[in-house]
């Protein structure tokens, strides 16, 4: 039997589809979670030159066990590399980067998306919860391409694609691309426009999954 | 003749006092002057307002300071991580203040604050929570919001390898904060792994020059922050 649950992309293949879609020779920074699957992904032939703001650009793969070094982290803290190319700088220089417009791309988490484009994504707003928001307004506000790679829906089925963000926002009309389990959205100024969707989603399923009214290109 | 480097952590500590505003370096535990911030739990001082990116994890380093109750605010851009504790429940109990600033925003307030700029506009925050109650102003048809530098009475800060100058160099991502922090504060307390002689450090490589530095210490064998956390180690010892 198949369960709502199994339609659509699966983690790995929502990260292959942002994968796919980065030019060659890109500076890409990569948010925390589902974003950290990408860099594995990217075709054979295409260089990508990966930015973590905690003061890494030419990040590479996880280390060998036994070869990590705690003074080598990304901006999730974990252990990474550094390729051959690779430099280290400070947080001024990093954040020069971001907020400067220099990086290509940033591929960033999501609470909530607005059909207006605003990025929801660094807290719940709940009492009692302990905000935190590290540099995703800044990397919303400086780099030229934002892509939210999230789940379409959230686990209890309430939509994340809405009309408007009842969380607080990261950014105002930031997001270009949407990546999610079901499909692949663009955010234009005359709508969300629906260019790819996962095998087995009808347009009229993933209408039915979003708050805001899709368009078919 | 100038010579910057001092015996001993506590030595470094001679004139803090309470209230002081403190910068302390470290982006997670890369780059966090565990020493140095253990001997500032030494000297008692209290009412501290702190300005380090996290809050620390575990009972060592940052997060005892903050548990030892020396600290009235922090200032900060992600102030839950694994193993942090010590922070969100006192925060959850109104027990300690937090300004929460974006990651960029407090790296520019802090590079502000060491080059004589008394405030800037970014772009960073525009339309959210953290732009409320702030100046705005549109340039070329683009909100900006204003934020004031920071400058501190003291900044802690680790690095790799100094000289008796106060030259630096860092070590990989435990750069982060290290640089704009030595430049913003009155006192800037370097603990180092490697003293080294002067001249030795190729003038083209020095990160950070040493007339942003004021003391230097040796600590060759820092302490590793996450093992201290699997170990359940808690500070004072």
């Known amino acids: 039997m198949v369960t709502e649950k199994q339609i659509g992309w699966n983690r790995g293949e929502m990260a292959q589809k942002v994968a796919n879609d980065i030019p060659d020779g890109s500076y890409v920074n990569l948010g925390i979670g589902i974003p950290e699957l990408v860099a594995d992904r990217v075709p054979e032939g295409i260089e990508v030159v990966y930015h973590t703001e905690n003061g890494l650009l030419g990040m590479g793969t996880v280390p ?7 003074e080598l982290i990304n901006a999730g803290k974990k252990c990474v590399t550094a390729i051959p190319g690779a430099s280290y700088f400070h947080h001024a220089d990093s954040f020069t980067m971001i907020r400067g417009g220099h990086l290509d791309i940033s591929v960033l988490g999501a609470l909530q998306i607005s059909e207006k484009g605003d990025l929801a994504n660094w807290s719940t ?81 993933l209408q039915e999954k979003t708050e805001i009214m899709l368009k078919q290109i | 003749m100038i010579n910057k480097i001092v015996h001993s952590t506590s030595e470094a500590f001679v004139d803090i006092f309470d209230g002081a505003t403190i910068m302390i370096s470290g982006f997670g535990e890369a780059g966090s002057p565990i020493e140095l911030i253990h001997s500032l739990i030494d000297t008692g001082a209290k009412n501290l307002t702190v300005v380090s990116n996290n809050t620390g994890s575990g009972n060592v380093g940052l997060a005892a300071l903050i548990e030892n109750r020396q600290v009235r605010k922090m200032i900060c851009s992600f102030p839950r991580t ?43 925050s525009v339309n959210t929570p953290l732009a409320d109650g702030k100046e705005e102003r549109e340039f070329d048809g683009k909100l900006y919001v204003m934020e004031h530098a920071i400058k501190a009475d003291f900044a802690l800060v680790k690095c790799q390898s100094a000289d008796r100058y106060g030259n630096l160099i860092y070590n990989k991502t435990a750069r982060n904060f290290g640089p704009i922090m030595c430049t913003a504060a009155n006192v800037t307390i370097v603990q180092a792994k490697n003293i080294v002689e002067a001249g030795s450090i190729d003038p083209e490589t020095v990160i950070t020059p040493g007339i942003f530095v004021n003391r230097v210490v040796q600590v060759a064998s820092p302490a590793d922050e996450s093992k201290l956390v699997a170990e359940g180690r808690s500070y004072p010892w």
Request: overall charge neutral; glycine content about 12%.
């Open chain 1, 64 to 70: 060998a066990a036994g070869s990590e070094d705690p």
């Open chain 1, 125 to 205: 707003g709940k009492p009692g919860a302990i905000p935190a928001v590290g540099g995703a307004m800044d990397l919303v506000a400086g780099v030229k391409n934002v892509w939210v790679i999230t789940e379409h829906n959230t686990k209890d089925g309430k939509f994340k694609l809405v009309k408007e963000c009842s969380f607080p926002l990261t950014g105002k009309g930031v997001v270009n691309t949407i990546y999610t389990n079901l499909a692949i959205i663009d955010v234009k100024k005359t709508g969300m426009f629906v260019r790819e969707m996962a095998p087995g989603v009808s347009f009229e399923f």
């Open chain 2, 82 to 124: 694994a193993n942090s504790t010590v922070f969100p429940e006192l925060y959850r109990n109104n027990e300690i203040e937090l300004e929460l600033v974006p990651q960029g925003t407090l790296a520019e307030r802090i590079r502000a604050g060491g080059a004589g700029i008394p405030a800037f506009f970014t772009p960073s």
